[in-house]
């Protein structure tokens, strides 16, 4: 650990604005933020762009409780954030839920959702009082062995979670196109068009916000009408909600349980979200703003993770109203008496039915007919190109933060894609699409057991910089901690 130059110092008393530090009486402080470039619109500055080419403005408003107006300039980071509540991962776990368990454990998804909202709660807080997003806070605060080991932990992470994205995309083009697209091509294929969705920013922040909507009003309406052509018993599901019981559960329900805890709270996506509220013109020197923008991106949360909660209870009431005790034979004779072509996929015996993202679209085909199963892969489609993409500006955030990188931002998303597209390529190429189930319950349950080393590590940073308070504590300006030497990098 390096200790704190004498000069550096002595200059930043001399111009604590330029540097983001203030003299007061109880001592010296400095921000987490880091010093501004002393020349704008340099070449570095200008390469080391990512999600913010532009800052959104917040209108100014008389109302001092609320304002609609604000709310929507504020809305965007939560929705974005929410789209990881709604990758495969997620939609592939709801439906193993409900066939294996009925609505036995829509309570479990409550409340997981309600912990993932407290922990991206604290994720906002952090990037909006510090203006720093957590993978900078760790890199600024932590020594190099912990900071690393968290890092290739928060990237094992990204890469589980991006193979479960992929994946899916490969599956629903492979659903789509009746099988004609195999499972890797549709792996290339959305690699590419990945990339080329990345840049929509270039057109507008508001623009890329709005795409990320209209992926999630795709899913909410294929989704829904699965819900509505299923009709699931309303009693049940409320049951199965609110009363946190599992009656004659076993092991097979309580993977399951593990398993929607991690399909839930992703580890990296906190790392996201405190990297999306950065794009909001928020003065962090103005107690009230801060206290205002924590507010209204609280609420805007709030409002997408109960959009997303929705979605993923359409999957589950689908699944265990249709398919919940049913079994093998009963699957195979439906699915012959419909003409579907992947009959074989069930074999004739008791077992209960498996099903994962891609026997999941054919069972409903068979039961309810083709246009279910189209527009099943046309939702999984949705989820998976849209989660893809904010997954991959997660490895952006995660890397560079980390990392401390300064590269052009081409080669950070050419280098965050690289590293977890071929695993998912060499499990495309080497796996059949039709036996993909092990390998997401795999992802899920060590996505549950990553998420604690975030917890950790978002809960020492909040507690430095006093964001569980809202960016107040012992009338100290919001985003200034107490001087302690930086590590070395």
């Known amino acids: 650990m390096s200790k704190p130059n004498q000069n550096e110092h002595s200059n930043l008393k001399e111009s604590p604005q330029a540097n983001g530090d203030i003299q007061n009486t109880q001592g010296q402080y400095r921000s987490i933020s880091p010093p501004a470039s002393p020349v704008a619109g340099t070449l570095d500055d200008e390469q080391f762009s990512t999600y913010f080419e532009e800052n959104i403005p917040i209108p100014d408003d008389v109302t001092k409780t609320f304002s609609f107006r604000k709310l929507w300039a504020f809305t965007g980071p939560g929705f974005l954030m929410s789209i990881a509540y709604l990758d495969p991962g997620n939609i592939e776990s709801d439906l193993q839920s409900g066939a294996i368990a009925g609505f036995k454990l829509l309570w479990v998804l409550l409340v997981a959702t309600i912990i993932g909202l407290l922990l991206q709660r604290l994720g906002a807080r952090l990037g909006v009082v510090t203006g720093m997003h957590l993978a900078e806070v760790c890199h600024r605060q932590y020594p190099a062995v912990p900071r690393i080991i968290l890092w290739l932990m928060v990237e094992l992470a990204i890469i589980g979670s991006d193979m479960q994205e992929v994946i899916g995309c490969a599956i629903a083009f492979n659903l789509l196109s009746v099988g004609r697209i195999p499972l890797w091509g549709g792996v290339l294929i959305t690699i590419t068009d990945t990339f080329v969705f990345l840049f929509l920013d ?284 930086a590590y070395d990098t």
Request: hydrophobic share 45%; charged share 15%.
């Open 202 to 485: 270039r057109f507008g922040l508001r623009k890329l916000e709005l795409f990320f909507g209209f992926l999630i009003t795709i899913m909410a309406i294929s989704f829904g009408y699965e819900y509505v052509k299923v009709g699931p018993d309303q009693g049940e599901l409320l049951k199965g909600m609110f009363l946190p019981y599992c009656q004659g559960c076993g092991t097979p329900q309580m993977e399951q349980a593990v398993g929607i805890v991690g399909a839930v709270i992703m580890p990296h996506n906190i790392y996201l979200h405190s990297a999306l509220v950065k794009s909001r013109q928020i003065d962090r020197r103005n107690n009230e703003e801060v206290k205002e923008a924590n507010k209204y991106y609280f609420i805007e949360s709030t409002i997408a993770l109960f959009v997303s909660f929705l979605i993923n209870v359409f999957v589950v009431a689908v699944f265990a109203e249709a398919f919940y005790k049913k079994t093998n034979k009963e699957v195979n004779l439906q699915c012959n008496a419909s003409g579907s072509p992947h009959t074989e996929l069930f074999p004739m015996d008791d077992n209960p039915l498996e099903v994962d993202i891609y026997k999941g679209g054919v069972v409903l085909g068979c039961f309810f007919g083709s246009a279910a199963l189209y527009i099943w892969a046309v939702g999984i489609l949705a989820a998976g190109q849209s989660s893809t993409m904010t997954g991959t500006y997660s490895g952006q955030f995660v890397m560079e933060g980390f990392l401390n990188l300064r590269w052009s931002r081409f080669a950070r998303v050419l280098l965050t894609r690289s590293i977890a597209i071929f695993p998912t390529l060499l499990v495309a190429i080497f796996q059949d699409v039709q036996h993909m189930t092990g390998m997401n319950d795999f992802l899920n349950v060590l996505q549950s057991l990553l998420a604690w080393q975030c917890l950790i590590a978002l809960g020492i940073s909040c507690l430095d910089v006093s964001c569980l308070s809202g960016g107040v504590s012992n009338n100290r300006p919001a985003l200034l901690i107490e001087e302690q030497p």
